[in-house]
């Protein structure tokens, strides 16, 4: 290509790839396309060759192309290859806007963490100031900042994955590396022993730093990092072997590690590790659970979608089983909302196409309609689990009904009408737990559904309009057409997850201010919660006398071996299964949506009639056979958990 390779400020290239695309009549067109193919024989022959021909994108790839005269195979081969094609001429055309877009990034960190740094510093040398104020705004800060990037995380996973398989990994990637940049500037750049004073000064702060210093926040972060725990610390100590040969050392010469990394490594060693690997594995087998439990629904929806395409229902008949099997898939807690309203949206919005039915906005509408209904009718099932399974004195327990911070979720559901908090609560958590919480805190059922209403603005209708766009898309003949819709989809999609995200990130903000107001109300003993401290006093003895026994000196090697080989298990499968969720080239399971098809052939998007197919062979069986080793031990390990 004529665009020079830019490593400049990010003003630079925007200017001048606005400028390229503009002035010289490179906008994504199919000219452009064209001159994109002349630039790149090399990767068409690649690509495809049949010996004789090799890829063309006039007569293969194109809209007027005729492949009638290759054989079945050949045609799968050579819309395959020109899928392929399509992302490198994209990638290539788009790829200096990639660069503006991270470097915009970078320098938006960079800046946000040096003037926060710089206020730090100022603060702690003031005479007149310790700090602590502004300490305790940057620390609510950065929750927030983990909160909104967790939901984003959460949001790509569920709402885009279904959709936009492209969009959620860069969305899932970015988060990733943005919860690592904040913990890790939030560990090298605040003074801790302020973050202890700031503990006493209120039950907001002290409630956030109970949080973070807990053993699942720590289990979170160790399970995240996981390989590149070990990678840092020989990174670390090779970079302090440089020094000490450069007679560059700092801290003792005596000392493997950096004066950083001695730091990090001392604050380590006071860790309950027995207590935070345990619940490593118990959040690895869920986050695997969650990837395999979508994986599955997708392929379920797209062969019940197929079925029920064939059989060619009475189209207000079709509305009412799906209004049922949506009912059904969101009683099963593994399968997230947002899967069943793109279910209502393809079927629906499919068959309202066809001849003789109502068209494809009453498509959307019937498909809007059977999934709210659905789903208000679900809260109620789902409140009732919560409230049978709430008189369980170890259930509330579980829950911490008699901690601040569930008080505190308790006080903002139980305002009437519709709280701004209380409406966030209800429409952005996962949709299984947030109804069943509901049930255990006793709520009112209708105050419940009324601040469950506005799902239907955020979630239902996107959600079902992408899922109608998307057989729209598939069945239109025009590229550019097909293209606006993919367009239009993406944007949607990304809607619902961005509203998605705020949501979370405003009701985590109310609950904070809600403890800081009223924190000292909020922990005040309550009669109807005796029976839970009484509990907690009863297992006091066992807590501590299991945290006693799982220290690593306490352990036989036999103990710590089995425990380190189950994380090993757990921590490798769900960094594979994770790695294979980012990246564009999978590994462990094959890219499927609800409107591809099982019968397909896998170079279209298919699973060759075999829905096990979508597991891609050998990794993905071996991350599933290596996980399924670590969970030997989860019953135990799960009851240990929940002790502690």
Not at 231 to 251: C, F, N
Not at 452 to 458: F, R, S
């Amino acid at each position: 290509m004529d665009v020079p390779h830019l490593r400049v400020p990010t003003p630079a290239p925007a200017k001048v790839w606005c400028a390229w695309v503009l002035y010289t009549d490179h906008g994504w067109s199919d000219e452009t396309k064209i001159w994109l193919t002349e630039q790149n024989d090399g990767v068409f022959n690649y690509l495809w060759h049949n010996g004789t021909t090799p890829l063309n994108y006039t007569i293969h790839c194109s809209t007027s192309r005729d492949l009638s005269w290759f054989s079945l195979s050949e045609q799968t081969s050579i819309k395959a290859a020109c899928t392929k094609a399509a992302n490198v001429w994209f990638l290539q055309w788009a790829g200096p806007f990639a660069m503006i877009l991270c470097y915009a990034v970078e320098a938006a960190f960079a800046f946000i963490f040096a003037q926060v740094s710089q206020k730090l510093v100022s603060a702690s040398s003031s005479p007149d100031d310790d700090g602590l104020p502004y300490l305790k705004q940057v620390l609510k800060g950065c929750v927030l900042m983990l909160v909104l990037v967790l939901a984003a995380m959460y949001a790509a996973a569920t709402y885009v994955s279904g959709s936009a398989v492209a969009l959620s990994s860069a969305v899932f990637c970015l988060g990733a590396l943005t919860m690592a940049a904040t913990l890790g500037w939030m560990y090298a750049e605040i003074d801790h022993a302020k973050l202890k004073r700031l503990a006493t000064e209120g039950h907001m702060a002290a409630n956030i730093l109970k949080i973070l210093k807990s053993d699942w926040v720590r289990a979170m972060a160790v399970g995240g990092l996981n390989v590149f725990i070990p990678l840092l610390a020989v990174l670390d100590m090779l970079r302090q072997s440089m020094r000490k040969l450069q007679g560059t050392v700092q801290g003792s010469p005596d000392d493997r590690f950096t004066p950083t990394g001695r730091k990090v490594a001392d604050e380590c060693s006071t860790w309950n590790w027995c207590g935070i690997l345990q619940k490593v594995i118990v959040l690895g087998e869920l986050f695997i659970a969650i990837i395999l439990g979508m994986k599955a629904t997708y392929v379920f929806f797209s062969w019940l979608n197929t079925a029920l395409y064939a059989a060619n229902i009475n189209f207000w008949v079709l509305t009412a089983l799906v209004f049922g099997l949506g009912l059904s898939m969101f009683m099963c807690p593994i399968v997230p909302g947002s899967a069943v309203y793109l279910f209502a949206g393809v079927v629906l919005g499919a068959q309202s196409q066809l001849a003789g039915r109502p068209g494809f906005g009453a498509g959307i509408a019937a498909g809007v309609v059977a999934s709210s209904i659905a789903k208000h009718i679900a809260c109620v099932g789902q409140y009732m689990i919560g409230y049978y399974a709430g008189k369980l004195v170890k259930v509330q327990q579980m829950v911490g009904v008699d901690q601040v911070p569930a008080r505190a979720t308790e006080k903002i559901l139980k305002t009437p009408g519709l709280g701004l908090g209380k409406v966030c609560i209800l429409i952005a958590g996962p949709d299984f737990p947030t109804s069943v919480l509901c049930g255990i805190l006793r709520l009112n059922i209708p105050q419940m559904l009324l601040g469950t209403t506005p799902i239907v603005l955020v979630s239902v209708i996107p959600q079902v309009t992408v899922g109608a766009l998307l057989t729209y898309q598939v069945e239109a003949d025009n590229e550019s057409s097909s293209n606006i819709q993919s367009l239009v989809s993406n944007a949607v999609t990304g809607f619902a997850a961005a509203i998605q995200a705020s949501a979370v990130l405003l009701f985590t903000w109310r609950i904070m201010k809600t403890v800081e107001q009223d924190g000292e109300e909020l922990a005040k003993p309550r009669k109807e919660h005796e029976a839970v401290a009484k509990l907690t006093a009863q297992e006091a003895a066992y807590t501590a006398a299991f945290k006693q026994v799982s220290h690593w000196q306490a352990m036989t090697c036999l103990q710590i071996s089995m425990l380190l080989l189950a994380v090993a298990c757990i921590v490798s499968s769900g960094f594979l299964i994770a790695a294979d969720f980012m990246i564009t080239e999978k590994f462990c399971f094959r890219n499927f949506a609800i409107t591809n098809k099982i019968t397909d052939p896998i170079d279209l998007g298919g699973l060759d009639g075999n829905a096990w197919n979508i597991v891609i062979v050998p990794v993905g069986w071996l991350a599933l056979a290596v996980a399924t080793l670590g969970v030997a031990r989860a019953p135990g390990i799960l009851q240990d958990c929940l002790r502690v």
